[in-house]
């Protein structure tokens, strides 16, 4: 060999070596396809006359199931050099990625959205203890806090849901990502409060579903705000507890009572879009019927039984018994399932007047009581007297008014004969 060739020789073997030693880790290579293995790509290393390998795991940020799916031989694919494999460099002396160089482009997307105050959509890959991992292009996770903005058992149900998520914390020198999908749901329920509280009106009747249940009523969700049913307002019979008739995702029909933006409340009735209890009482309880009721309240002059929900009538005290009672306490009692005959009906006023003796047999050898003096009274007797002279008979509004079956003069007036006549006593 010429000197002259030898010293080409060895320029052009020093260029080789000097072009293997401008490759170092971190450097972003161009490497080509020479074989694919079942686990990994060998690539040569455009430029430098080595070749490195791409991991199975390092080719991409997504799952890959098969390898041939995503690179042939001879695909060019941007790289970046993450280590040194070993000191043979014939058989691959560098160890290249094509996640990291595709996460390093996914960590500054994020960050310009994070900085812009956007959000991201990612799939929840896996349940973990404390949270979620979602999959941004890069390892995400979601706090058990950040989930809702309510409390939730059982995470397992997020598993492969594709979720919107507000970025909290960002740092990609520790491949650290928190997320929060509870901050989507509160900014979507404070936009949809702020929608409904600006349109719903009281008297509105409108359908929602049933969030959450108490002791002390229901709280239905209108679609983002959720409103109360009292208790009181569930049914027009008594509900002891709100769980006896409702359930958690029950379909409803409200009717709104009330509405306080300043509060964050509104008020609804369940009871309020049911037919009312009066409807039709005239056909339900014609005079002269007889109906099984409950004593719901016993008072000085007499006792109000329920013969439907929400309808309740009046059982006068001379109407509980053909025998002279004190008070109605005597032989009823709150709760008591009673027979009773409709001696009257008004369904304007809402009264009912009843009966209970009309259905029982007259003791033998009792005469027939005698018929009220007061003309617009239905001759249905006078009430016996209430032996407590100095207790003020509060009789309600509705049972006042002279067509009620009984009058006023008919359930006051022993109390008052007997106030007559201490005022003649005293004056002897």
Known sequence: MSEKNEAENTETMADALKSVETVHIGDTVKGEVLAVEDKQLVVGIEGTGVEGVVPLKELSTQPIDDIRSVAKVGDKLDLVVISTIGKDKENGQYLLSKRRLEAQKVWKEIQAKFDAGETITAPVTSVVKGGLVVNAGVRGFVPASMVEDHFVEDLSQYKGQELEFKIIEIEPSENRLILSHRAIVEAGKAEARKEIFAKIQPGDVVEGKVARLTNFGAFVDLGGVDGLVHVSEIAFDHVDKPSDVLKVGQDVKVKVLAVDPERDRISLSIKATLPQPWDDIDEKAPAGSTLTGTVKRLTSFGAFVEVFPGVEGLVHISQISHEHIATPQDVLKEGQEVQVKVLSVDPDQHRLALSIKALQERP???????????????????????????????????????????????????????AAKGAEDNDK
């Open 364 to 418: 033998e050898g009792m005469e027939e009581e005698r018929p009220s003096r007061n003309n617009n009274s239905r001759g249905e007797g006078r009430p016996r007297r209430n032996n407590s002279r100095n207790e003020h008979t509060k009789i309600p509004a509705e049972y006042q008014q002279d067509d009620s079956g009984f009058s006023l003069g008919d359930i006051l007036g022993d109390a008052l004969k007997d």
